[in-house]
């Protein structure tokens, strides 16, 4: 291991200090006064005491100075008085220092400065850095130990801490030099020296020629190594005998390396009684090791083995590896606690994030929650409007299958009245005109006969008539007749159906007029419109007396593509009540013609039907006694494309 220079502690107890240098007789003074005070005085005022009686035999007895700062540091205690307990931990760790027990002061200068740092003490963080720059540089890690230097220096700054900045300035010295960095830890040197002097502490830079020796002997200038420790024995205001003891050492290594062995062995041996009366062990080892050295060089093994026992002792209980251990251990454990402090908080900044998150996610569910109760509530609306309305439907389509059903019944019904009354009637009657004939036919004459068969012949094409139209409507109602739309000339059309009339007209002596135009067609099914034609024709025939007139009219309405076909007579015309339910199945009910003439009730059913099959509309205009007029409308056909028929 290299040589290390621990002026520095007594440099950094300086930072606390009120009185640099005391005398034996100032501590005597301060002992004495201990004793007077002990049983009496505040607490305050015996820890001060206390204090400053610790750094002032620190150097001459550190393990006394250690016992008083162990009663101050109960004192501290017992009153919480944080700041000065920081103190005395940091004076325990600096006896320690004296004595060469590193790991231990370490330890002491950890727990002061974690004090002052949890008190936010800028001032004691400042001492706490750079008696750990102490350490470290003690340890050789002058990088570090620059650093926490440098970081002091920028607190004293802010402190306005001049002397200690000082002393940082002084121990970057030594940490420059423990780097090799001669001729940088000169110029830090003569800086601090300055800097002592600028603020009235001139034996602090006394002090300072230690180091200066120091490098001077590194640099193997021995010389001006010489002039400078010798500075510091010479001096006759200069009584720290750690100080002197380690400039006597640096003396004595100088003179060795002059080959001024007696000279050597002479400021060897005072330094080694110095060291050995305040106990300072690194101070032991290191002068031991030249004695050893410088009697080897002359020969005298005896002497040379007796110092290198001593020297090996002494290096082994300081620097051994457990010891080295022991700090790097000890550094672990403030990284290790620094490391705590951090997870702490870094725990507490996670919890404050794992509440804020709870939080939002709090939040977040309840919209989740209250958007999903909106939406099952919106869609129960939605899916019970959507039965309604399917419920709706179903019930319109069950009322209308209903009104269906109703119907059909109602066809039924007239189906059965007219099979069964009107149907049989005509057959009846020819039934009884072939037995009048049968039994009689001997005795009636000609012209009874004629009567007869004429008669027979009426009421045959009564019941012809009523069954055609009860097929055509059977037909219609089954769905059986289908539609065979073709271009029909309308006029042609009429006249045949008039044609197959006739007859009942002639009867009745009733006149035919007609203004249907001779080009005009309708694009419909003619069986159906011709039923359509000679039901209404033959009801206008039935309700006319005699004498009346048919009017037939038919024109093309330009606005509908529809042709509108009109039969219209001078009868008896329908009652105002019946008007309004003429063309409804359930509300049939026949009237009989002015001959008497039978009717069906289906006649006028079917011509809706028919005429409401093949696209158009049917209505009745009638006054009771003037007369009726049926119309209804077609599709308008062209002439470009009939059928011949
Ligand atoms: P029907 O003539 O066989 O009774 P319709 O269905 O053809 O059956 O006519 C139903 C009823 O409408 C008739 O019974 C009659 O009361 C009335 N009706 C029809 N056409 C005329 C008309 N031209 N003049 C007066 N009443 C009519």
């Not at 930072?15 to 305050?44: E, M, N, P, Y």
Request: aromatic residues 8%; hydrophobic residues 40%; proline residues 1%.
């Amino acid at each position: 291991m290299k040589r290390i220079f621990r002026t520095i502690l007594f440099l950094f107890m300086l930072g606390a200090g009120t009185c640099t240098f005391a005398s034996v007789g100032q501590s005597d003074s301060l002992l004495k006064r201990w004793q007077a005070i002990k049983d009496t005085a505040h607490d305050t005022v015996k820890i001060e005491l206390l204090r400053e009686l610790g750094r002032q035999i620190k150097y001459s007895n550190p393990d006394s100075a250690i016992q008083f700062l162990s009663i101050a540091l109960d004192l501290a205690e017992k009153n919480n008085l944080q700041n000065e307990k920081a103190h005395v931990i940091s004076r325990m760790g600096g006896a320690k220092y004296v004595k060469g027990e590193y790991d231990f002061a370490l330890e002491y200068f950890l727990e002061a400065l974690s004090i002052w740092e949890e008190i936010d003490n800028k001032k004691g963080i400042a001492i706490g850095l750079n008696n750990i720059g102490l350490i470290q540089n003690m340890q050789e890690k002058t990088g570090k130990a620059i650093h926490n230097h440098l970081q002091s220096i920028e607190l004293c700054k802010e402190n306005k801490d001049t002397l200690l900045w000082a002393i940082n300035v002084h121990n970057l010295g030594i940490a420059y030099n423990t780097a090799g960095s001669y001729d940088t830890a000169l110029i830090y040197a003569d800086s601090s020296i300055k800097l002592y002097r600028s603020i009235g502490r001139p034996l602090e830079a006394v002090i300072v020629y230690n180091l200066k020796g120091e490098i001077f002997i590194n640099k193997g200038e021995y010389d001006k190594a010489i002039e400078n420790n010798l500075s510091i024995i010479n001096h006759p205001d200069y009584n720290n005998k750690w100080e002197i003891c380690y400039a006597l050492a640096n003396l004595a290594e100088a003179e060795k390396h002059l080959g001024h062995h007696e000279k050597s062995i002479e400021y060897a041996m005072r330094s080694f009684k110095l060291a050995l009366e305040i106990g300072a062990k690194w101070d032991i080892q290191k002068v031991t090791g030249i004695l050893a050295e410088v009697y080897s060089l002359l020969k005298n093994w005896e002497e040379a083995y007796r110092f290198l026992a001593i020297h090996k002792a002494y290096s082994d209980s300081i620097f051994n590896e457990e010891k080295e251990k022991e700090i790097n251990y000890l550094q672990l454990q403030r990284k290790h606690e620094e490391n705590e402090l951090l997870a702490a908080e870094n725990q507490l900044h996670e919890q404050r994030i794992e509440r804020k998150n709870v939080v939002i996610y709090g939040v977040i569910s309840g919209v989740l929650l209250l958007s999903l109760i909106v939406f099952v509530l919106y869609r129960n609306n939605f899916l019970k409007t959507r039965l309604n309305r399917e419920l709706k439907k179903t019930s319109e389509t069950i009322a209308d299958k209903n009104r269906k059903l109703t119907e059909l019944n109602a066809t039924k019904d007239r189906l059965f009245r007219i099979i069964s009354h009107d149907l049989k009637g005509p057959v009846s009657n020819i039934v009884s005109f072939t037995d009048l004939l049968k039994e009689n036919y001997i005795e009636f004459d000609k012209q009874t006969i004629k009567d007869i068969i004429l008669s027979m012949n009426k009421t045959s094409k009564e019941g012809l008539r009523l069954l055609d139209n009860l097929l055509d409507w059977v037909r219609s109602q089954t769905g059986a007749l289908a539609l065979h739309c073709a271009h029909i000339n309308l006029m042609e059309l009429t006249m045949e159906v008039i044609e197959l009339l006739i007859t009942a007209a002639s009867a009745k002596n009733i006149k035919f007029d007609h203004s249907i135009p001779e080009n005009l067609h309708v694009y419909a099914d003619k069986n159906m419109t011709a039923a359509i034609l000679r039901n209404l024709i033959s009801n206008a025939i039935k309700y006319t007396p005699e004498g009346g007139n048919i009017k037939l009219e038919a024109w093309p309405d330009a606005s509908s593509s529809k042709v509108e076909i009109a039969v219209s007579d001078n009868g008896i015309g329908i009652k105002k009540e019946n008007l309004k339910t003429i063309f409804d199945l359930d509300e049939q009910r026949t009237t009989p013609g002015t001959n008497n003439e039978k009717g069906t009730g289906l006649g006028l059913i079917i011509c809706k039907e028919f005429v409401e099959k093949q696209g158009g509309t049917i209505w009745v205009e009638s006054e009771e006694g003037k007369g009726s007029k049926f119309t209804f409308t077609l599709p308008h056909g062209s002439a470009q494309y009939t059928e011949s028929y």
